[in-house]
């Protein structure tokens, strides 16, 4: 986990001071509605529906136990008691008070943390695999370069003011778990035959209004380039984007304008300059960087606690059934990692109280060398725990209801904070997802469903990556009244695809059953351990269509 | 076409000359502030020194009280930049706080093409936004007019830190921590 020297911890400081200034001249009258609004939302601040809302920094999903008791402390004092994780790995807090808000920074800044770049034009938290530096499947640890991409993005003095948000996602495994073809840029980390690591560079993906998938700029870039090469992206983006018109001012517009082939040339004559220059990084602050995620000092667990897991999977059933969802095979044999459900029907989908907080915190202590990762599912991971000490876990964790077995599953809803909280929602989504939570709680029937993605999303900004969830569902308004889209075959791993619209949009009461026809065709219509995503493929949106409008 | 300074002035005043209260140079308040911005396209202001719209300069050159002002949306070429090179200063405008633009264009001017003149920020520049635009090169900033020059000179280097290179700091933080130059 990456620990600050006394740079990092002055650049926060100083950035906490800075906005408390901000704040000062705000409250006193000097410092304007209009230009207030970018500087606070660069520090994270909304102001929404009910109350502010501060959307919290956690750099590519990473956290520490400490750090988490420190947000359990802060909701408690400054807010109600609870946070939400977002799909973009953060933590929101839903009821600040605006000028608590430099005081909550100051206290973030003290267990190095921040909201810098959460929100505004600017670029955003770099995200990641939640099972960065432990899949089996990885290439290379993407969590070094991604912080080198956070110091590099952090206040920089070109790019604060861009056309719209950019996010940047990267990934170092076989499996893309960072939906790198729908951020702005996304970043693949590879290796040649010579063994040599080389970054494919996408762009232009999103979701939002004009969903697009990203195409690749560069193929095999190596990686000493990769922040000049972001650079040159970045700022042919500055320069070129659209700026008269916020909803055709993300990248994904400019690339799609000017075709990706122009969009590279661009950014390669642009990179021409900048190439070989001050900032190519070199393999010494790679090391530097790699030094901060030492792999931890693991016990060897013996060959025996090994079957005795495998055993127990065996035996007892609801155990089973929580390894088969919720546990993830690790690199190191005997070593998993252990999802923690944050989807239950009393509390939003990524909600947690403060006490759970603590709770968690004191787990990671206990069982995964005191880190946690947040997923964009809006779930929690403990990366590190030996096979021997799962059971216990497991107990624990269903102590706390965080135990539910259904990771993947139809119930592991994205959603978010919809239009109870936000005040861009054209409707509400927390409570789509608890009626539909609600309908299809037997678990024999989630787990006969197989893997499934249902996203829901309160308006077209698409913060619940309604596009990608094999089933999406779209909160919009018509003449006042809320009504809710429904698409179907959306998927944000390495076969990206958008979800197609199924049809007229429908009653919020209506959600659930028309959800469940959906349902009923696939079981009808699927082979033998077909996937829902296969099986639409196959059959196309035809069938769907027709069981959902039939008269 | 421009440059005559006799058409009737009902079409300058559709774009009244600016002159701002305000001017910061190299981390001071500048005594000397006597350049206006004109924004007209065509028509040259008769208020002197100026800054006027790029084409316009480019047909008056030989005017050494006027300079060269840059809208956001100008692409600079080399062609554009050794044109600039000699002069004592060039001004690039902000349309709005919001664009973006003026930073990347003062890091080319400084960065690529080694503009060694007034880079100077006018129109919307507010105190906020003065730190980053130091670190692209302005060594001039025109206020708007509602900001309070005490708080500029206070805003003006609010870091002491910054990750990455500029154009003040040629070395990135990665390069000087492995150096330990700190």
Redesign the interface.
């Known amino acids: 986990m990456y620990r600050y020297?006394i740079?990092?911890q002055?650049?926060v400081d100083?950035?906490v001071?800075?906005f408390r200034?901000?704040m000062d001249?705000y409250l006193a009258g000097?410092?304007g509605e209009e230009?207030f609004r970018?500087?606070r939302l660069q520090n994270g601040l909304y102001i929404q529906r009910h109350a502010p809302m501060l959307r919290i920094a956690i750099p590519y999903g990473m956290l520490a136990s400490y750090q988490l008791r420190a947000l359990a402390d802060i909701t408690r004092r400054y807010d109600r008691g609870y946070g939400h994780f977002t799909t973009r790995q953060n933590l929101q807090l839903n009821w600040p008070a605006q000028e608590d808000v430099p005081d909550i920074l100051a206290e973030l800044a003290t267990v190095q943390m921040h909201a810098i770049q959460t929100s505004g034009?600017c670029i955003r938290n770099t995200t990641s695999d939640q099972f960065a530096g432990i899949a089996k499947d990885e290439v290379e640890d993407p969590r070094p370069w991604c912080e080198?991409i956070r110091?590099?993005s952090?206040?920089?003095?070109?790019?604060?003011?861009?056309?719209r948000k950019f996010k940047i996602a990267v990934t170092g495994a076989a499996a893309d778990r960072a939906a790198i073809q729908v951020h702005d840029i996304g970043l693949r980390l590879w290796r040649n035959d010579e063994g040599e690591l080389r970054v494919k560079v996408l762009a232009g993906g999103g979701l939002g209004r004009t969903p697009m998938i990203a195409e690749v700029v560069r193929e095999d870039l190596p990686w000493q380039h990769l922040?000049t090469y972001l650079e040159a992206c970045v700022?042919v983006y500055?320069?070129f984007g659209r700026?008269d018109n916020k909803f055709k001012a993300r990248i994904k517009i400019l690339v799609k304008a000017l075709g990706i082939e122009e969009y590279r040339r661009r950014v390669d004559e642009e990179w021409a300059?900048l190439k070989d220059?001050?900032?190519t990084?070199?393999q010494?602050?790679v090391e530097?960087?790699k030094r901060h995620f030492p792999e931890p000092e693991r016990r060897p667990v013996a060959e025996s606690a090994v079957t005795d897991f495998e055993r127990l999977r065996t035996e007892n059933r609801s155990f089973a059934r929580f390894v088969t969802n919720n546990v993830t095979d690790h690199k190191v044999p005997g070593y998993k990692a252990v999802t923690l459900s944050l989807k239950r029907r009393e509390h939003a989908p990524g909600d947690v109280t403060a006490d759970q907080m603590d709770a968690v915190a004191d787990l990671a202590d206990r069982y995964s060398f005191s880190e946690l990762r947040v997923t964009h599912e809006q779930n929690l991971v403990l990366s590190d725990v030996p096979v021997d000490e799962i059971e216990a876990l497991w107990n624990e964790l269903d102590a706390l209801g965080m135990a539910n077995p259904t990771v993947g599953t139809l119930n592991d809803i994205i959603c978010c904070p919809g239009g109870d909280y936000c005040s861009l929602a054209n409707a509400v989504s927390i409570p789509i997802a608890q009626s539909l939570q609600e309908r299809f709680e037997d678990l024999d029937f989630l787990y006969d469903l197989g893997p499934l993605d249902l996203n829901i999303s309160g308006c077209m900004n698409a913060c619940g990556h309604h596009h990608v969830g094999h089933i999406g569902i779209l909160g919009v308004d018509k003449k006042g009244e809320e009504f809710y889209q429904i698409s179907i075959g959306g998927n944000a791993t390495d076969d990206v695809s958008l979800g197609k619209i199924l049809g007229p949009s429908f009653f919020r009461q209506d959600v659930p059953d028309v959800v469940e026809k959906v349902l009923q065709v696939y079981v009808a219509e699927r082979h033998e351990d077909e996937h829902f995503l296969d099986t639409y493929r196959r059959i196309g949106l035809k069938p769907f269509k027709e069981r959902v409008y039939a008269k | 076409m421009p440059s005559n300074v006799d058409t009737p002035t009902d079409q300058a005043l559709a774009h009244p000359p600016v002159h701002v209260n305000h001017l910061l140079i190299n981390g001071g308040l500048a005594v000397e502030n006597a350049w206006c911005v004109s924004y007209d396209v065509d028509v040259l202001p008769e208020q002197r020194p100026a800054f006027v719209p790029l084409a316009l300069w480019q047909v008056n050159k030989q005017d050494e009280e006027l300079a060269p002002l840059l809208l956001s949306d100008t692409e600079l070429t080399a062609e554009l930049a050794a044109d600039l090179a000699p002069l004592p200063a060039v001004s690039i405008d902000f349309p709005s706080f919001t664009d973006g633009r003026g930073y990347s264009l003062a890091r080319l001017l400084r960065e690529r093409f080694g503009y060694a003149g007034e880079v100077r920020a006018v129109g919307d520049v507010l105190v906020d936004q003065l730190d980053y635009m130091r670190r692209c090169g302005f060594n001039a900033m025109a206020l708007r007019d509602d900001q309070d020059p005490a708080d500029a000179l206070r805003l003006l280097n609010s870091f002491s830190v910054r990750y990455q290179t500029d154009v003040e700091e040629r070395q990135a933080l990665f390069e000087r921590r492995l150096t330990n130059r700190g």
């Not at chain 1, 952090?154 to 056309?163: I, K, Q, R, S, V």
Request: aromatic letters at 6%; zero cysteines.
């Open positions: 020297d740079h990092d002055t650049l100083e950035r001071a800075q200034d901000q001249r000097r410092l230009e970018p500087l034009n080198l110091q590099w952090t206040l920089h003095p070109e790019f604060a003011y861009l056309p922040l700022r500055n320069q700026r300059h220059g001050p900032q990084l070199n010494a602050a530097a960087a």
